[in-house]
């Protein structure tokens, strides 16, 4: 079976490949694999922004490769090209140093030797164009040589990719684990001016999905046809999946005998950061007036009137902590800040286009600077009064609020 579809990208292996410029990273990120993923050029910094794509790597199977900009790039733009380099190794799983053999490493290949080792990132040293080379002195801890120009050394570099990178098989599942055979989920999508036409989001189709796997019923609705859905079933869902941003709508729709919770909350556990984000809502009650508060998506989606992260988030939480003067930061896609000096609280969002290594990144960063992280499910519960009861799937985690 062709497993290529079977992963969405978040829950792929992220494989970056870093270096310094001219090293020959995109020669060897097109060696690895078999196609031109990345222009190439003798011309120093050809590669100005990270290339990205999601592709069948064997003998590792689904995986999403990123080739980056030379770390030793110079001038403003060069700052920032490196920047972006430094976003990508937040979602990288596996990191392919590649030093140019002639030269050996230098202080930027160990400045990047280092920072994987603090980021706990499994890595390998590829030293390229060992072709030029008349011996090959023995290699060093996690060095292999290789020839991007001649193919030398790259079958062995691709099992030593799959080797660092192979994850093991998780058993965590979105909504699945809660459910028996026939089950029936109702799930509450509204369809408003930010929806996409024609699809569900990608959430909604991943939940969808994994109730089917585990051979339950599901039922999609908009908040309207909640009454109409659960009269015409004949008996009580075992639960209700909405949209946070409706939250309040469907609790009071829903009677409290059923359980009920979000999306993004489902998410977060998914990720394994529930925990946290439970644990940062609790920030939103201790808000002062001017404190700022960071919202952060992470997809890039085009903004709407009624966009939940810039327009809907605000405001609730102007109304719901009543302080004046609150500043809000926004972010979105692959953009979080370096610096999170003066932030009050983050809130992000469920992350389904963001890989587990790149949300806990996140929340690491965030717990280093002393700040505070939700995400937009758990805020928009306890905004309206409805947290404990939308963590009552999670008994284990619905206790935290006694605390």
């Known amino acids: 079976m062709n497993t290529l ?15 310094l410029r001219n090293a020959g990273k995109s020669s060897v ?9 990345s222009l190439v050029s003798e011309v120093k910094g050809t590669t100005t922004d990270p290339v990205q794509k999601a592709m069948e790597l064997l003998p590792l199977g689904p ?8 770390m030793d790039d110079e001038g403003e733009l060069g700052e920032m090209r490196v920047h972006r380099a430094r976003q990508v190794l937040g979602k990288t799983d596996a990191a392919v140093l590649v030093v140019d053999a ?17 980021r706990k990132v499994p890595y390998l040293i590829a030293l390229n164009k060992c072709d030029l080379l008349e011996t090959l002195p023995k290699p060093g801890e996690h060095e292999l040589y290789v020839s991007a120009a001649r193919g030398d050394g790259i079958h062995e570099l691709k099992e030593a990719i799959a080797a660092i990178a192979r994850q093991p098989k998780s058993e965590r599942k979105i909504v699945g684990d809660l459910l028996q055979p026939n089950d029936i989920v109702l799930l509450v999508t509204p369809i408003d001016s930010a929806a996409p036409k024609g699809r569900l989001i990608l959430p909604q189709q991943q939940t969808i999905r994994d109730i089917l796997d585990h051979d339950a019923v599901s039922m999609v609705v908009q908040v309207p046809q909640i009454q109409t859905a659960l009269a015409a079933l004949g008996r009580k869902p075992r639960l209700v999946i909405t949209d946070s941003q409706v939250f309040g709508q469907v609790s009071r729709a829903v009677p409290e005998d059923i359980e009920l919770t979000s999306f993004s909350i489902l998410f977060a556990r998914y990720k394994g950061q529930l925990e946290q984000m439970v644990r940062g809502a609790a920030a939103l009650d201790h808000l002062k007036d001017g404190d700022t508060v960071l919202i952060s998506e992470g997809c890039t989606h085009h903004r709407q009137c009624e966009d939940i992260g810039t327009v809907k988030l605000p405001a609730w939480i102007n109304g719901y902590t009543q ?6 930061r926004f972010t979105s896609g692959g953009d979080f800040p370096e610096d999170l000096s003066g932030i009050a609280l983050a809130v992000h969002c469920g992350g389904c286009m963001l890989n587990e290594r790149e949300i ?36 284990e985690l619905a206790k935290l609020l006694n605390v």
Do not use: C, W
């Open 323 to 328: 302080k004046r003067g609150l500043q809000f």
């Open 29 to 37: 990120v097109n060696a690895v694999t078999g196609q031109s993923l």
């Open 63 to 70: 995986v999403v490769i990123i080739d980056t900009p030379g």
């Open 360 to 395: 806990q990144s996140r929340v690491e960063r965030a717990a280093a600077a002393g700040v505070p992280m939700t995400n937009y499910g758990v805020a928009i519960a306890q905004m309206h009064g409805i947290l404990r009861r939308s963590l009552s799937p999670f008994p």
């Open 102 to 118: 002639a030269r050996g490493m230098q202080p930027g290949d160990e400045a990047l030797k280092k920072l994987f080792k603090e």
């Open 5 to 19: 579809n079977t992963q969405v990208s978040a829950d792929r292996p992220h494989i970056g490949f870093f270096g």
